[in-house]
Structures are given as structure tokens and as C-alpha cells.
């Protein structure tokens, strides 16, 4: 099973941009789908960007126009481009792909903060 493993996580000022990296273990087109997930404390884990197999992106509402999801087969790698960032944008951001199988790989989380 490919693994995945984020990065690019940090503390950030308010309106700051910053972007995340989700590497994986083999081809990251084995995925069918990819997305960007996120947890704030209390509260349930969130999806924030999704990438289709013909590279259809989806973004929540909270996130549009600010946020960009992207995906690299060179590299193995997807990104999620954060700008204008928002306190409550302060989470534990996770990667998720999932192959054709239905088989799910998750990374294991980069922390996000927002703060001035």
C-alpha cells in the first residue's frame, strides 16, 4: 500500500500564505481521488480540497478562492496552496488518497497554526 507523508505545516501570521506537501511512498496516480482533510481541536475532521482522477477540484466553501489543491506525478507529490490565512484556518491538515480498489491511505497530519 503507498504510504503518505505531509509537510509544510507551521505557525503562520494571519494572511500569510503557506503550502503543504503530501508525498507519497510510490505513484501517487494509483490514487483515483486525493484530497486535504482537517481537524481542529474538538471539532470532526473536515475535507478542504479534493482531486478527482481527471484532476476535478472541489474546495469547501470556508476555503474557495484561497486555497488550491495540486497534484504533481513527477514528484509523487500533491500540494495544498494556503493564502490568506485565517485563525480558523488552524488545524491538523491530513492527506487522503483512495485507488480504484477502494483501498484509503491517510497521512499522518501536519500541524497548521494561524496566529499573530
Known amino acids: 500500500q503507498v504510504q503518505l507523508v505531509e509537510s509544510g505545516g507551521g505557525l503562520v501570521q494571519p494572511g500569510r500564505s503557506l503550502r503543504l506537501s503530501c508525498a507519497a511512498s510510490?505513484?501517487?496516480?494509483?490514487?483515483?481521488?486525493m484530497g486535504w482533510y482537517r481537524q481542529a481541536p474538538g471539532q470532526q475532521r473536515e475535507l478542504v480540497a479534493a482531486l478527482s482522477g481527471f484532476d476535478l477540484t472541489n474546495y469547501a466553501d470556508s476555503v474557495k478562492g484561497r486555497f488550491a489543491i495540486s497534484r504533481d506525478s513527477a514528484k509523487n507529490t500533491m500540494y495544498l496552496q494556503m493564502n490568506s490565512l485565517k485563525p480558523e484556518d488552524t488545524a491538523v491538515y491530513y492527506c487522503k488518497g483512495v485507488t480504484r480498489g477502494g483501498s484509503t491511505s491517510w497521512g499522518q497530519g501536519t500541524q497548521v497554526t494561524v496566529s499573530s
Open positions: 510510490g505513484s501517487i496516480l494509483s490514487f483515483y481521488t
